[in-house]
């Protein structure tokens, strides 16, 4: 009987199946070398701060999910107002995230670097984009698929636990980020 999880690689009986996706391209194998069953991509999503210390069937799962994408210098990944297609996370490169602010031009709020993630926010609403996302470099990208990381959290109560609690304390660091940001600004602007 199909359930249709056979999509997000997640049969019966809870492991993950390869799943081949047309539009992913391959992620380089490490130094290392692997056999070639996805331990590359698993090994490097338990390298990045957001997914570090989650149980290996996880990382499978959501490795199953990932794609690659590169983006030339100057290259936009989304604009503000786009619909969030996903999270992204920096596998090499620096993407600039930033607002274009009438009558000054572009505002760069940040500038990510490998280890870093940007757009968890369309995971959590399904607001339009709030920000530019630009390659500040030539950059390397992990793409994570909106719907498909919603439908895996929806049957992995567990891991729908973790990365929530992860997006939240992601979100508050930036949300203070701005407070003082904002508080820096007022103090400049009185004198």
Do not use: C
Request: glycine share 10%.
């Amino acid at each position: 009987m199909a359930t249709g999880l056979e999509e997000l690689g997640i049969t019966d009986d809870g492991e993950p199946t390869p799943i081949a996706r047309a539009d992913a391209a391959p992620v380089a194998p490490s130094a290392g070398g692997t056999d070639g069953a996805g331990e590359d991509i698993e090994t490097l999503l338990a390298s990045m701060p957001l997914f570090d210390g989650l149980l290996p069937a996880h990382l499978r799962r959501i490795g199953s999910l990932t794609e690659v994408r590169d983006v030339p210098k100057g290259e936009a990944v989304f604009h503000h107002g786009d619909p969030g297609d996903g999270l992204y996370l920096v596998l090499s490169g620096a993407i600039r995230i930033s607002r274009n602010v009438s009558g000054m031009g572009e505002e760069a709020l940040a500038i990510l670097r490998p280890g870093q993630y940007f757009g968890e926010m369309s995971i959590v609403d399904d607001a339009p984009r709030s920000a530019d996302a630009i390659a500040h470099e030539s950059s390397r990208l992990l793409r994570l698929s909106k719907d498909d990381l919603r439908d895996l959290m929806f049957v992995d109560r567990e891991l729908a636990y973790e990365l929530l609690w992860r997006f939240v304390r992601t979100l508050s660091a930036r949300l203070r980020e701005s407070n003082d940001r904002l508080l820096m600004l007022t103090v400049s602007s009185k004198f």
